[in-house]
């Protein structure tokens, strides 16, 4: 039995010895409804997910099961400048308008919702602002100021910067407080991938980071697994995992199963899930001791 689960794992991680990075396989789960075509967040929610549009769509949360089906679609009094990623803290849900591809806005937030039996308060939203960002007139993809991804670590809301020029990302808290102050850097990462979101697991304390290339035309999608300690990401114990499916991925989501499930943009397969669980991952010493 030992031999079979460690040629299953080999096959399952698909690692390349000439690339020298191992590769996650992933099961296609579901194509969503083309109302959901533009999935650019994805949280987890009682028994299965919730999901949103980015720009150019309706302020609305689209409520999933653990296969993907859609059970309903929530209107939010709120619009949807830019909708990147989603959050979730108890019954609080909080929506990151943050999305900057040509890094000219000054009006970014995260907005906070409460949801108790499918209806939606809005709370007032929390602003974002980069205290490092000195300039909002550049050329659009040419700047480090744009930002996808969202999550809770312990008690701190931590957000994501897709760093266009040097594919790197920053780590930004932001305070839940409403605080004007400009938010300054606390870590930068070198993920060699644009990132556009991001789980945490209280559990193992472990951040996945999910991105893809800035290749237009050959989009390679990865997730990083990387240790937290004391507040901090431990770089250098973290591992990067090339998805074996290529395109714009975009939400990503520990699904009560354990499993990493992850969204892809587009009118083809939508929901796929890892075939192996992030214990399983951890275990097989994925992210270094």
């Given at each position: 039995m030992r031999i079979l689960v460690s040629l299953y794992l080999a096959v399952v991680l698909g690692g390349c010895a000439t690339?020298?990075?191992?590769?996650?396989?992933?099961?296609?789960?579901?194509t969503f409804d083309t109302r959901l075509s533009e999935t650019s967040g994805l949280v987890r929610w009682q028994q299965g997910f919730i999901s949103h549009n980015d720009s150019?769509?309706?302020?609305?949360?689209f409520m999933l099961t653990a296969h993907g089906d859609l059970i309903a679609r929530l209107p939010v009094a709120a619009g949807n400048h830019d909708w990147e990623d989603i959050a979730v803290r108890g019954n609080t849900l909080y929506v990151a308008d943050i999305g900057n591809n040509k890094g000219r806005r000054r009006e970014l937030s995260i907005l906070p919702l409460t949801l108790e039996q499918n209806n939606i308060r809005v709370h007032p939203s929390l602003p974002v602002a980069y205290a490092e960002q000195r300039h909002f007139q550049p050329a659009p993809h040419q700047h480090n100021f744009d930002a996808e991804a969202l999550t809770w670590v312990a008690d701190e809301l931590w957000l994501f910067t897709k760093r266009w020029?040097?594919?790197?990302?920053?780590?930004?808290?932001?305070?839940?407080t409403g605080d004007l102050q400009p938010l300054r850097a606390q870590q930068r990462l070198n993920t060699r991938m644009l990132v556009t979101g991001a789980e945490f697991d209280a559990e193992s304390n472990t951040l996945l980071l999910l991105g893809y290339s800035r290749n237009w035309w050959n989009r390679i999608a990865w997730i990083w697994l990387y240790p937290v300690q004391d507040g901090r990401v431990q770089e250098g114990r973290g591992q990067r995992l090339r998805l074996d499916k290529g395109g714009q991925f975009e939400g990503i989501a520990l699904g009560q199963d354990d499993f990493i499930y992850v969204t892809r943009e587009g009118h083809d397969t939508n929901l796929f899930r890892s075939h192996l669980t992030l214990s399983q991952l951890l275990e097989q010493g994925l992210v270094n001791e």
């Open positions: 690339a020298q990075e191992p590769t996650l396989a992933l099961d296609a789960m579901a150019g769509n309706d302020a609305e949360l020029l040097d594919q790197d990302t920053a780590l930004y808290k932001v305070p839940t």
